[in-house]
């Protein structure tokens, strides 16, 4: 057993985070993200680069640094230190481990496009009547002659305003809800009749409403077999949602942090605050959360090649207990803050509402306790 | 014992029933289902009707403008405009400065200043909290010195809820520095508009403006506008917090609260079902009307204390906490309910598109409120400090 990094790993960790350092700090942040586009594209640039990070998790034959899952999440941890709006989860972990997945022609034209930073590609999958259900679909894609023909509405697509490319789940045959009929399509995000309504999120970033109004698309920007895409979408669902929990490790270590740092300076009663010994349990019990995080992305992380049904339990219980983690970190970030921790000039608002939306990301705590313990428990 | 309401009651339910049902305002009540944001006319146009019908001040005594009803029946108003979603009444005036008056008041100031709170003339903010002291109030430093008739005043208070749209403030400032902390602080009534007042938004979680910083840079406040003796200023805040308890816990507005929640969870669907339906939020919201029962009926045996003519106890932390622990609960529920439309920051939606909408109307604010409440354990007396008064003063230790 061993849970030590790699040199290159450690390397990873170490060039993103003088990186992010240096661009990525809060009032820059908040600049860019009320800026009219959200973002700004040169530190995405830069991240492909300068630093090869988008090569992260690809194999050296495309460009890439010949990593995995586990890069993935050291780049995710990172920039949820920072918390980051690149949509290197969407475009690298999703989109990427869809297309190492299923390799082939499509794999070779566009992983190293990703690793250019030319291609940002968001994942469009969430529908209205869905909630986590990744076969609740109602959007179709009927066969037309050697293509399909799209239609339908997606939820709240993260980045799709930044997109060059949409990974869409529709459906091919089947009815709403059933595991066959589902397939997977890579198409590029201009096509006639796709419409979108952007608006900013919550927690910083940019998404999208997408309409797709019969938008004809290319046979072969199908991903997989026609039909037979749920499994590969709940694996790189899975991929995604480890990535997230990493993420969610970061932004809780600041929100700790931030923590002990403010109590150790503010003043009440003639002492600091960290004196109050209710505060130091609490900061405490923040500090165990964190730590269990950690544990539990690790565990996802190194869980994933296992057999279909031990990741997603493994997946679920990593989610599960980091949901709870993340609103109880935040939660009290805020309250041993007092007055200063509601408002948006600190950072640990901003760090408060990312852990907010990360706790129902592919799912809340009620759902994936229940996907574990169907898989668990089921007898 | 017996918790029915007496036939006299009953009467006054259906009367203040039939009241709001008449005189509600459509316009107001549109603009409340749409969850648009309450202008500073909003929230007077309900206080206007409720002034005119005489209904603004319950709680005052009859001399000044209250309306003699009973505790119970007091109890039975506040239910009844929460179970119709009156908009709320700002607290400042009628709940706060309004009673230090006709508690603390001279015969001037209670004829000046009594009927502006009740007709809604004056808008009042509350100028305690300062940078440096929030939990540990009495160590504030904003300064009032003696100049003929007159005080100057210097200092900054942060915090200052909705003092955009006040007319006039209430300010707890340091009038001895010698003094022991609390001895040396008086009660001060100051005109916004006075020169050398400057208030700044501070924007919160939700991106609402609903605080800000007061700077008082050398403000000229007769002294005829201190309530009660100078250095006595801590006396009248005392009276003040214990004062209005009633409301506290909040019990009306959460009941609503959760009756919205479960329209929402009957609306989203979960697979086949609505979200009601699913087991693991039934519970929550089962377990959530379990503990509001429990608030409730705390609530009501220290209304009954009330009636029975002893004064609201140090007890009324105990609402204070678990009302606000309630009242958070029921943002994160609907937080949850609404799933992906959570994130949809509704402030930055732009042009509306009906053909394409952006989630449902109830998701809009679901996230935002949720941010925003978190102020509710922080605000009048934080709940940490909430549990060191009941270890103190009810279990002595
Ligand atoms: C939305 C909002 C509206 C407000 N409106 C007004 C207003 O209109 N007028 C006004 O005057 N004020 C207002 N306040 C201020 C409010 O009363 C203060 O925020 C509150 O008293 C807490 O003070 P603080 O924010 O400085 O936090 P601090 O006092 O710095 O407290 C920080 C943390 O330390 C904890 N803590 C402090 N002392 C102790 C202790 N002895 N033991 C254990 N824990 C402790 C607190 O509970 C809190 O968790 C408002 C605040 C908010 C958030």
Redesign the interface.
Known sequence: MDFTYTETQDMIRDTLARFLGDTYDFETRQKFINSDSGRDPAIWTALAQELGMLGAPFAEEYGGLGGGALENAIVMEELGKVIGIEPYLPTVVIAGGALKAVGGAQADAMIPEIIAGNAIIAFAYAEPQGRYDLANLRTTARKDGSGYVLSGHKSVVYAAPWATHLLVTARTGGNARDRDGVSLFLIDVNLTGIVRRDYPTVDGNRASEIYFENVAISGDALLGGEGTGLPLIEQIVDEATVAVCAEATGVMQKLHEGTLEYTQQRKQFGVPIAKFQVLQHRMVDMFMEVEQARSMTIMGTLKLELPANERMAAVSAAKAKVARGANFVGQNAIQTHGGIGITQELAIGHYFKRATMIESQFGSHDYHMDRYERIVLAD | MDMEFSPEDLAFQQEVRDFIAENYPAELREKQDEGEEMSKEDFLVWHKILHKKGWIAPAWPVEYGGTGWTPTQRFIWSEETARADCIRLMPFGLAMVGPVIYTFGTPEQKAHFLPRILSGEDWWCQGY?EP?????LA?LRTTAIADGDDYIVNGQK??TTLAQHADWGFFLVRTDKDAKQQEGISFLLIDMKSPGITVRP????G?EHE?NEVWLEDVRVPQSQRVYDENKGWTCAKFLLAHERTGIAGVAASKRGIEKVKAIART?????KP?LA?A??KRKVAELEVDLAALEFTELRSLAGANAGRGPGPESSLLKIKGSEIQQRLTELS??AV???????F????EG?NE????PDYAHRA??T???M??T???GG???IQ?NIIAKMVLGL
Not at chain 2, 202 to 205: H, K, N, P, S
Not at chain 2, 268 to 272: A, T
Not at chain 2, 347 to 350: K, L, P, Q, T
Not at chain 2, 356 to 359: A, K, Y
Request: proline residues 5%; charged residues 20%; without cysteine.
């Open positions: 909290s440096g002291s929030g939990s540990d160590s942060t915090w501070i924007i919160t979680l991106g605080v989203e669907v979960d697979g086949d979200l699913n693991f939020f937080l949850e799933g992906h439309y959570g994130a949809p920051y402030r930055g939606f732009g598109d394409h909408p952006i989630g996230a935002p949720y941010f925003n978190r102020k354990t922080i605000y934080s709940n940490e549990r």
